[in-house]
């Protein structure tokens, strides 16, 4: 009777050994599929983070092509010879084939003692500067002349700084600090 039993138990195991591999190939393609879609999301969120870091790049470089910078002398012109009255300057765009309004760049006026936002300040395409478009947009190789006035509160007299700070509307603000000389003359070059 044992030797029935044992035959019948193989006999009952023999037709599932196809059926143990089947299954096995089942769960092997399923943890596969899992896999690949895990991948393809990590894929996925890794394209999308790529490119949002190049839309940043991009910002930054369009940031930047709106900069301008000083070209020459900085000038401190003197009235009286006791204070300072106003401060000279050209800008020119640091990138070409960008324009800025000079109508709504911006001009502040801070030292030790006093912040003066948006100060009078007179932009005007310099002397010997070819227009190139409008009057009031500084364009590829043209210069325009800041003239500064500085602010009636503000005392600055001889070996004192100050900071005449540009901001356009696109790009980096330019800042420019500067000590007068001990000597105040009509016109000086302010280094």
């Known amino acids: 009777m044992y030797k029935k039993m044992v035959r019948a138990l ?10 143990t591999g089947l299954e096995t190939a089942i769960i092997l393609i399923a943890f596969v599929t899992v ?33 301008v910078a000083i070209k020459g002398s900085l000038l401190g ?19 070409p084939d960008v324009k800025i309004d000079t109508g ?6 801070f030292d030790d003692e006093i912040h003066s936002e948006g ?9 010997g500067s070819t227009e190139r478009g409008s009057a009031a947009m500084l364009e590829n190789d043209e210069q325009h002349t800041v003239t500064v006035t500085i ?24 800042s420019l600090t500067r000590i007068m000389p001990a000597g105040l003359e009509k016109v000086m070059d302010l280094y």
């Open 10 to 19: 193989r006999n009952l195991h023999r037709g599932q050994r196809g059926v």
């Open 77 to 95: 012109l003197s009235d009286n010879l006791t204070e300072l009255d106003r401060v000279q300057f050209s800008i020119a765009l640091t990138i």
């Open 35 to 67: 896999a690949s879609i895990v991948a393809y999301s990590v894929l996925s969120a890794g394209v999308y983070s790529a490119e949002r870091s190049k839309e940043t790049v991009f910002m930054g470089v369009k940031q930047a092509q709106g900069t």
């Open 104 to 109: 709504a760049i911006v001009v502040n006026y």
């Open 119 to 127: 100060v009078s300040a007179n932009i005007s395409l310099s002397n």
């Open 151 to 174: 602010p009636a509160a503000a005392n600055v007299t001889a070996c004192d700084d100050f900071t005449i700070q540009v901001i356009p509307p696109a790009g980096a603000a330019l």
